[in-house]
């Protein structure tokens, strides 16, 4: 069903010259929010005690995105979200019940959707093939069980009559064989009509209903065809439904939530089968944990570009500069005859910092942007591996910075693959073992000071420490015996590293791991792994709340001010004689209780020149970096604040060593220390 993108000038036409394009922007939006929360809300239904509530507003969604689909003319769109929503209007209705394929179906759908949307934003040149898709709702619709055939085909009892004259029947055998294409069908009742006039038949198709009605009717009429799945156990027809399509009535086009009215004229008309009585659903409850799909978001929250965002923030910055300049200067009046100067300089200082509070709040996303991804990647994931798996969130309302949340994806997901596919045991195996069938995954998430700590956590089979030593020494890494479990553990984030015997399409290629570690050091986070043998593995991840605008300590190196991460800070100390040491003639270390660190000089470092006869550094910095200890040797300690980074690169060059820069309250640049890069080089 090819559709060219971006119809954009041919809605505008139909439109009397009206450009609907400048709605786009709104419509990809929410509906990509839609369909996150059916999939979620799919994802977590109970097939056994649905709700009406529940299937109203997953049926709300495709009625949205029906709408707005049709307004813009995305014809294949509004036909997909169009037998979505005969289907769940059926099952709301109580029509029908919910089925697992039937789910399984809707999440296909939902994928498709997406795949679709995106081509007319742009994002993407793929362009699905629904025919078949489209088929298999059709035929939910209809009360049918889909088989498990790759191709779709379905197993279909027809049962024609009664007939005055029962030769007329054999004329559907001549169809099947003029129309390969078809199918095959079977002769029932060995060849002959029953008492009372009936033939029954054997059919295998890929067509949906209506389509065979169609060709039936040429040979008998329609109203005596009937159609209903085979069951093949039982040796006959499941529960019998005319085939004769009625014209369900439309339901009643509410506003799409886009702002615009469908008229129902312009969209397909609905066929399906006549309903059958079905058992009722569950009273509708409603859930005080899970908000309605499809639902106005108007009234509540106002959409704004990023780029305006940004904007904001970096003003802001800006006047925290300017702020941290006059509280400076402030400084030299005399308190008396400047009282209500230095009074207003209090309160402009007071006010920008709940000013850069809020502005930095409107960046923050809740963690759940990311969690919810999750409960439909562990549900197919168990599928493919043959494993039962639960996911538990906990702090899913902890916020952290959108940049830094689209930037933790990616590694999110492969540490809860790698729980999913390491960790988790078969069912067998952990019955076996005394524990439950289904694995546990905890996703976890809260804050900690000016840093938000996220943890992937497993009840499943631990890591295991000799088979870690014996993959290591195939791979020549220098291991030894006595090596501590967080030593051994450690040898997971090497590159390339990986204990699995078989390569899949889950894991196995020794890729991820390491780039794990390195993408969040990159956001200036650290990672750590704890295991235990036979109870599970926990990964935790520490990274900043923001990028924009950290929490810093300035150090002064000479005549130089540089400013370290302040969640990289451990301690600082004064240097004591004697307590650094000399290795192999340049390198040098310092004991601090008991365990020896190696010592970078900043000014040696950056090369910060020194005045003739200038005292060498006496106090250190101790800093940490992805699990690693160096103390950094510097003057003098001048303050822990706030600091607006930016970003050295646009504005300078790369220099190493350097994360970014900022302004001082005096008008000068302070670069900022990229504290893992120096551990990283005092290590090597």
Same mark, same amino acid.
């Given at each position: 069903?090819?559709?060219?993108?971006?119809?954009g000038?041919?809605s505008?036409? %139909?439109?009397?010259?009206?450009?609907?394009?400048?709605?786009?922007?709104?419509?990809?939006?929410?509906?990509?929010?839609?369909?996150?929360?059916?999939?979620?809300?799919l994802?977590?239904i109970?097939?056994?005690?649905?709700?009406?509530?529940?299937l109203?507003?997953i049926?709300?969604?495709?009625?949205?995105?029906?709408?707005?689909?049709?307004?813009?003319?995305f014809?294949d769109v509004?036909?997909?979200?169009?037998?979505?929503?005969?289907?769940?209007?059926?099952?709301?209705?109580n029509?029908l019940?919910?089925r697992?394929?039937?789910?399984?179906?809707?999440?296909?759908?939902?994928?498709?959707?997406?795949?679709?949307?995106?081509r007319?934003?742009?994002?993407?040149?793929?362009?699905?093939?629904?025919?078949?898709?489209v088929?298999?709702i059709?035929?939910?619709?209809?009360g049918?069980?889909l088989?498990?055939?790759?191709?779709?085909?379905?197993?279909?009892?027809?049962?024609?009559?009664?007939?005055?004259?029962?030769?007329?029947?054999?004329?559907?055998?001549e169809?099947?064989?003029?129309?390969p294409?078809?199918?095959?069908l %079977?002769?029932?009742?060995?060849?002959?009509?029953?008492?009372?006039?009936?033939?029954?038949?054997?059919?295998?198709?890929?067509?949906?209903?209506d389509?065979l009605? %169609?060709?039936?009717s040429?040979?008998?009429?329609?109203?005596?065809?009937?159609?209903?799945?085979?069951?093949?156990?039982a040796?006959?027809?499941?529960?019998?439904?005319?085939?004769?399509?009625?014209?369900?009535?439309?339901?009643?086009m509410?506003?799409?939530?886009?702002?615009?009215?469908?008229d129902?004229k312009?969209?397909?008309? !609905?066929?399906?089968?006549?309903?059958?009585?079905?058992?009722?659903?569950?009273?509708?409850?409603?859930?005080?944990?899970?908000?309605?799909?499809?639902?106005?978001?108007?009234?509540?929250?106002?959409?704004?570009?990023?780029?305006?965002?940004?904007?904001?923030?970096?003003?802001?910055?800006?006047?925290?500069?300017?702020?941290?300049?006059?509280?400076?200067q402030?400084?030299?009046?005399?308190?008396?005859?400047?009282?209500?100067?230095?009074?207003?300089?209090?309160?402009?200082?007071?006010?920008?910092?709940?000013?850069?509070e809020?502005v930095?709040?409107?960046?923050?996303?809740?963690?759940?942007?990311?969690?919810?991804?999750?409960?439909?990647?562990?549900?197919?994931?168990?599928g493919?591996l043959?494993?039962?798996i639960?996911l538990?969130?906990?702090?899913?309302a902890?916020?952290?910075?959108?940049?830094?949340?689209e930037?933790?994806?990616? @590694?999110?997901?492969?540490?809860?693959?790698?729980?999913?596919?390491?960790g988790i045991e078969? @069912?067998?195996?952990?019955?076996a073992?005394?524990?439950?069938?289904?694995?546990?995954?905890?996703?976890?998430a809260?804050h900690?000071?000016?840093?938000?700590?996220?943890?992937v956590?497993?009840?499943?089979?631990?890591l295991?420490?000799?088979?870690?030593?014996?993959? !290591?020494?195939?791979?020549?890494?220098?291991?030894?015996?006595?090596?501590?479990d967080?030593?051994?553990?450690?040898?997971?984030?090497?590159?390339?590293?990986?204990?699995?015997d078989?390569?899949?399409?889950?894991?196995g290629?020794?890729?991820?791991?390491?780039?794990v570690r390195?993408?969040?050091?990159?956001?200036?986070?650290t990672?750590e792994?704890?295991?235990?043998?036979g109870?599970?593995?926990?990964?935790?991840?520490?990274?900043?709340?923001t990028l924009?605008?950290?929490?810093?300590?300035?150090?002064?190196v000479?005549?130089?001010?540089?400013?370290?991460?302040?969640?990289?800070?451990?301690?600082?100390?004064?240097?004591?004689?004697?307590?650094?040491?000399?290795i192999?003639?340049?390198?040098?270390?310092?004991?601090?209780?008991?365990?020896?660190?190696p010592?970078?000089?900043?000014?040696?470092?950056?090369?910060?020149?020194?005045?003739a006869g200038?005292?060498?550094?006496?106090?250190?910095?101790?800093?940490?970096?992805?699990?690693?200890?160096?103390?950094l040797?510097?003057?003098e300690?001048?303050?822990?604040?706030?600091?607006?980074?930016?970003?050295?690169?646009?504005?300078?060059?790369?220099?190493?060593g350097?994360?970014?820069?900022?302004?001082l309250?005096?008008g000068?640049?302070?670069?900022i220390?990229?504290?893992?890069?120096?551990?990283?080089?005092?290590?090597?």
């Open positions: 069903m090819a559709e060219t993108p971006n119809p000038a041919q505008g036409s %139909e439109s009397g010259g009206f450009d609907l394009t400048q709605f786009y922007g709104v419509f990809f939006e929410e509906a990509g929010e839609n369909l996150a929360n059916m999939e979620s809300m994802v977590d109970d097939i056994d005690a649905v709700t009406g509530e529940e109203n507003a049926f709300r969604v495709a009625h949205s995105i029906k709408g707005g689909a049709a307004t813009f003319g014809s509004t036909e997909l979200t169009h037998e979505l929503e005969t289907l769940l209007d059926r099952l709301r209705k029509e019940n919910l697992r394929d039937m789910v399984d179906v809707l999440l296909e759908a939902g994928d498709v959707l997406k795949l679709q949307l995106a007319y934003q742009g994002s993407s040149d793929t362009s699905p093939d629904t025919t078949q898709l088929a298999r059709k035929r939910l619709a209809t049918q069980v088989t498990t055939a790759d191709d779709g085909r379905r197993r279909l009892s027809v049962r024609v009559g009664p007939l005055e004259n029962p030769a007329a029947a054999d004329n559907l055998s169809l099947f064989r003029d129309i294409s078809l199918g095959t %079977e002769v029932g009742d060995g060849g002959k009509a029953s008492a009372d006039g009936y033939r029954t038949f054997k059919v295998t198709t890929t067509s949906p209903d389509e009605i %169609e060709l039936f040429f040979h008998v009429s329609r109203e005596q065809i009937t159609i209903t799945p085979f069951d093949a156990a040796g006959g027809a499941a529960r019998a439904k005319p085939a004769a399509p009625v014209a369900s009535a439309a339901a009643p509410e506003g799409d939530g886009f702002g615009f009215f469908v129902p312009t969209l397909p008309a !609905a066929q399906t089968s006549a309903p059958a009585p079905a058992p009722r659903v569950a009273e509708s409850k409603p859930r005080a944990d899970k908000p309605a799909a499809g639902g106005s978001l108007e009234s509540t929250t106002l959409r704004v570009s990023v780029e305006k965002v940004d904007q904001l923030i970096n003003l802001v910055g800006e006047l925290v500069i300017t702020q941290a300049m006059l509280t400076q402030a400084k030299n009046l005399d308190p008396v005859q400047y009282q209500t100067v230095l009074a207003g300089v209090v309160d402009l200082e007071r006010n920008t910092r709940h000013l850069q809020s930095m709040s409107i960046r923050m996303i809740p963690m759940a942007f990311v969690f919810n991804r999750f409960p439909r990647m562990l549900r197919d994931l168990a493919k043959g494993k039962e639960e538990k969130t906990v702090g899913e902890t916020e952290l910075d959108k940049g830094l949340i930037k933790i994806i990616d @590694p999110l997901t492969h540490l809860v693959r790698n729980s999913a596919d390491h078969a @069912p067998a195996v952990r019955m073992a005394g524990k439950s069938a289904s694995g546990t995954i905890t996703l976890s809260a900690q000071g000016g840093s938000i700590l996220i943890e956590r497993d009840d499943g089979a631990g295991r420490r000799e088979r870690i030593l014996a993959k !290591a020494k195939e791979r020549g890494l220098p291991v030894r015996d006595d090596m501590s967080a030593e051994v553990w450690a040898l997971i984030w090497e590159p390339g590293f990986s204990t699995a078989l390569v899949s399409d889950v894991s290629r020794g890729v991820g791991m390491d780039v390195r993408n969040i050091s990159a956001l200036g986070g990672v792994l704890d295991s235990a043998e109870y599970g593995t926990r990964v935790s991840v520490r990274l900043p709340l924009a605008i950290m929490d810093g300590m300035s150090i002064g000479g005549a130089e001010t540089y400013i370290l991460p302040l969640g990289s800070v451990v301690e600082s100390f004064q240097v004591e004689s004697g307590t650094v040491q000399t192999g003639g340049t390198g040098r270390v310092v004991r601090v209780r008991g365990e020896y660190m010592v970078v000089a900043l000014d040696e470092a950056f090369s910060v020149p020194r005045e200038a005292t060498g550094s006496e106090i250190m910095v101790l800093v940490e970096a992805e699990g690693a200890r160096t103390a040797l510097v003057d300690l001048l303050g822990q604040h706030q600091v607006v980074v930016k970003n050295l690169e646009a504005n300078y060059r790369r220099v190493p350097v994360s970014g820069a900022t302004i309250g005096d000068r640049v302070a670069l220390i990229d504290v893992g890069s120096l551990v990283k080089r005092a290590r090597h």
